[in-house]
């Protein structure tokens, strides 16, 4: 029974924003933003409060042993759901949006179908996972990980934080290591709304990002055994300087992305010298190196021409640097049906959209092997995230909510997966 | 009257190196080396040590009001002494030879005159003056400037260390908060023997540096402010990193000595991000930029290609480039007679001698501007200095000693300056 066409249903934008708001009070920050580490009491607070409106607005709720929280309402048939899901974790110094968009827009969505009366064909699950920040516990996208078994939960469980407690422990210590087994949904496709937290968008003057998929990333670290000297009486020829073949290697890892071009991009976002005086040549030096593409034989590609720096750097310098890898994920694709399905209801709605990569990983991109998988971006005030000035302007989240309800609709009313 | 023929005294360098081995025991480190800080408790041990050892000797001592020690011994007549100094306190990971070689040779050539009978025309002193490391309180080469009056001994007296105390406190609790005037002895001339600190003679092969003045000195530090943003979400071009800008800058640091080439030396010893995660571009760095050469004309267009790479830096990666000037020394100059002398001595007696200049500071120049003044350099192993494993051998220390003694001898008998 339907007594709205669904094709003009709308989020009610004040009831997002409100809950927004009222999440972002468990663990508010002096002076803006919020600190609401995973199973944290913060996010005790934040998960009662989300669990009681999931309640509230007539879902099923479940949580499994590793913590994600799922609210499923009802189809008219016992099939599959259509998957929304995000998280409500936050770093230390978070923003209201990031994570906490994506799971209470598919409420205002929830809430949106229940006062329109809206019946979808499938059931619709809407998804909290646990530690997506990874701010407190390793690895990150753990709840989502989880779920999706490309992590298992004994190892999640035992997860450490820096003052030794566990996931397994501070999830029995705030209640929320629950009776249900990871991934006991399996859903027929997954949407996660997100800001972007890049300036593209913005920049761009786009309102909505397609997003195609997930950068591959490349996290490296070396370390520069160079010879300590005295920067005044040591020529320039005898020098063995830990801290300029540093520098040297941070300035190819940009020639490397200019080269490259596309999507790469190339970070030297730590560069620590040892003894660091102003009079003294570095013995040492640390310095990370983070690559990113979204095609994984490019990702390769840079990976070849900084090893190939190193070495080089190594030589002509006359230092040792030994390489240690941080971290390596492989590019995510996005389903292309999913994709398009995105694209073409924003471009419908008049809104102006962009195929993009996403640079940051998100839950979704655990979803991708296993369902057709997408997700929507919209933008990022400045590209600021990870920051109590995050923000996004209430139009342009009504925007995102509304693609992603039209999408989700959409793919409710399919009898089998297609994509 | 003289006993024996001057020319061919030679130094004891069994005295020498129980004398360097006996003040290495007063702040000794575990494994080696030597904590000597300014006016700490090792600092009075290695006072009360020196100053016993001047007064066995014979000679008269005076303690200034900033803690300087010379003894003198007479000559037949009453004239300027012949000055030979150096320090006693180290940095906190010192070696045995930086400094204390100039005062204790000096105490084992009056040694080796004494024990000869050898009286000189001129009175000989021996001066071992305060924190010249400036390692605990600030300025370096604190007693000497006091000395020659480049340094006001009230603003001396107030310099405070880490923990608030100041330098007048400090002397008065180990009691060399002396009676005399500073600069009380004028000199006819200055002699200062100390290790190199640096490569050069090693590498080249050679026993005796005759010192021909101290490099220029420039110290920058640049703040660089950036955006912080997301590693991975923030395309190259959207960029503005204050942490690539500071690789850039000490790229050019280097390029800057290699195309002025001769005695220009570059050094980035300091390299700070903000904040420093291997995914967050950094919103802020520090850097230093330690500029040197003998030449002053040389010096300062080292310093303005450095200003305009900061610029073009700056308006090429849109970030604020801060400068600040943290120390400014002009090159100093020793006296050409003092140089020959030196040198002629070290050639008569058959060593590689070298003329040179010195990278590092030392208390002579502190005399340059006033009385004709020479250094003697002997290799320092490794060029390695300001560190435990500082080291030269005993036949490079007897060398030096007796050049100095030789050059001492010859300007004891001038009646009048000449140089």
Redesign the interface.
Known sequence: MTLTNPHNLRIDIDGLMARLMQLGQDGALEGGGVCRLALSDADKAGRDRVTGWMRALGLEVSIDHIGNMIGVRAGQENLAPVMIGSHIDTVATGGLYDGNLGVLAGLEIIAALNAAGVQTRRPIAVAAFTNEEGARFAPDMMGSAVDRGSLEIGAALAAADADGLTVGEELARIGYRGPAEPGHITPHCFFELHV?????LE?AGFEIGAVTGV?G?S?M?YVIEGV?????????R?RR?A??A???I??EA?QI??KLGGD??????????D????????RRARI?V?L?NTDEALLRRAEAMMAEVVRETAAREQVTITGRR?ARFEPVAFDPGMIGLVHDIAAADGRKVMRMP????HDAQMFAPHCPTGMVFVPSKG?????IREHTDPEQLQAGADVLMQAVLAKAEETEARS
Chains 1, 2 share one sequence.
Request: charge should be negative; glycine fraction near 12%; aromatic fraction near 2%.
């Open positions: 972007e937290q890049g300036p593209v920049e950068q990333i996290w670290e300590s000297n005295h920067a005044g009486t040591t020529p320039m005898l300087d801290g300029h540093a520098a040297v941070a300035v940009r992305a200019a790469q991009v190339a970070t030297v976002g730590v560069c620590a010298l003894p660091g005086l102003v009079n003294v040549i570095a990370t983070d990113r941080l996403s640079g940051a990983g590209g600021i995230s990870h920051n």
